[in-house]
T-cell receptor, first 113, second 115 residues
Framework: DAKTTQPNSMESNEEEPVHLPCNHS???????IHWYRQLPSQGPEYVIH???SNVNNRMASLAIAEDRKSSTLILHRATLRDAAVYYC??????????????FGKGTKLTVNP | EPEVTQTPSHQVTQMGQEVILRCVPI?????FYWYRQILGQKVEFLVS????????KSEIFDDQFSVERPDGSNFTLKIRSTKLEDSAMYFC?????????????FGPGTRLTVL
């Protein structure tokens, strides 16, 4: 599985934007970039995914570098409820590829009131 | 909004006993998964299940583990003879399809404590 690198922790203030980086320098052309998060004492939760273009949804935005070797998850206005561990995960789209999610240690986001 | 449910929320058992963890995936989903998370560690994949058979399993998923979809709605994980190191949160997940652009929906987890 292609490897991702994320900072262990980040801190933000409530109602400010948060940019969570992820490096994936060995990404292949068929890898989708997924982000999940895990709130305290809960199961992981899907946030967003993309392939090449930037993506927006109701939860967040995903900015993907032109060479696809890095991406940034953007929370536009952090709330206390966004305090969680955020995981950047590559998923291979080639036929017969694995369906599993491979979680790393992720980035623990602390949101200060 | 549809969600994955898991029961029980907490299971305590003695070492060597059998446990069955239960999950009800989202009703129109076709792919089912079990993951586990030992306290303070990463979420680890155990097994994926599609069309009534295992499609992929990890090294953790040895002969002590089995999965079943007994009645078209429940999806179960059985641990035949529990060990202390099986203590963990076990998460069930489901997805509409198995492709890499489909999101997996996770349940709230079952905390298994083996004494």
């Amino acid at each position: 599985d292609a490897k991702t690198t994320q900072p262990n922790s980040m801190e933000s203030n409530e109602e400010e934007p948060v940019h969570l980086p992820c490096n994936h320098s060995t990404i292949s052309g068929t890898d989708y970039i997924h982000w999940y998060r895990q709130l305290p004492s809960q199961g992981p939760e899907y946030v967003i995914h993309g392939l090449t273009s930037n993506v927006n949804n109701r939860m967040a935005s995903l900015a993907i570098a032109e060479d696809r070797k890095s991406s940034t998850l953007i929370l536009h206005r952090a709330t206390l409820r966004d305090a969680a561990v955020y995981y950047c995960i590559l998923r291979d789209n080639k036929k017969g590829g694995s369906e599993k999610l491979v979680f790393g240690k992720g980035t623990k986001l602390t949101v200060n009131p | 909004e549809p969600e994955v449910t898991q029961t029980p929320s907490h299971q305590v058992t003695q070492m060597g006993q059998e446990v069955i963890l239960r999950c009800v995936p989202i009703s129109n989903h076709l792919y089912f998964y079990w993951y586990r998370q030992i306290l303070g560690q990463k979420v680890e994949f155990l097994v994926s299940f599609y069309n009534n058979e295992i499609s992929e399993k990890s090294e953790i998923f040895d002969d002590q583990f089995s999965v079943e979809r007994p009645d078209g709605s429940n999806f179960t994980l059985k641990i035949r003879s529990t060990k202390l190191e099986d203590s963990a949160m076990y998460f069930c997940a489901s997805s509409l399809a198995g492709s890499s652009y489909n999101e997996q929906f996770f349940g709230p987890g079952t905390r298994l404590t083996v004494l």
